[in-house]
DNA sequence: TTGTGACTCGTAGTCCGTA
DNA sequence: ATACGGACTACGAGTCACA
């Protein structure tokens, strides 16, 4: 059902693939969504449990819908 | 375009689209989430910037996916 | 059946560092 | 370039009485 692991988990690995295609370090990243580096490394560990408009911030970003940033998760 | 109300507004309004849907009350629907019914008024208003852990209760409770709930916004 | 203000408490989110 | 910790402030989580 691919729906068992935690969704902070999943989040997160899927933020690091979208961002890491698109050659972007976490630092530079934070930097384009005007979040803290050591934040942007929080949420892709699955550490944080970020709310809807970092969300949006972090869509925007990566140039992506939020619903295609919520694919598959 | 389309893209220029707020997030919260437009998550909210894609909410109580889709339980109004089902034919739920605010106050079934929240019992069913687990969460109080003041709450989901809130988020249904665009006043709450809930995180990723309650959107997927949301998403849950709906029977939709992530991807399909924030399908347009 | 839903809206709203006010509230407590935990955590979202920032800033400093070390490795 | 990233992980991780401590200490902090702002805001999200969650509840209530009342309209």
Do not use: P, W
């Not at 972007?24 to 944080?48: K, M, N, P």
């Not at 970092?54 to 140039?63: D, K, S």
Request: glycine fraction near 10%.
């Amino acid at each position: 059902m691919a729906n068992k692991e935690d969704i902070l988990i999943r989040f997160g690995r899927r933020v690091r693939e979208l961002r890491a295609e698109r050659g972007y370090s976490q630092e530079a990243f934070a930097h384009e969504c005007e979040l803290d580096r050591t934040y942007v490394g929080g949420i892709e560990r699955g550490e944080r449990n970020l709310a809807l408009r970092n969300i949006e911030r972090i869509a925007e970003t990566l140039g992506v819908t939020l619903a295609e940033l919520m694919k598959g998760l």
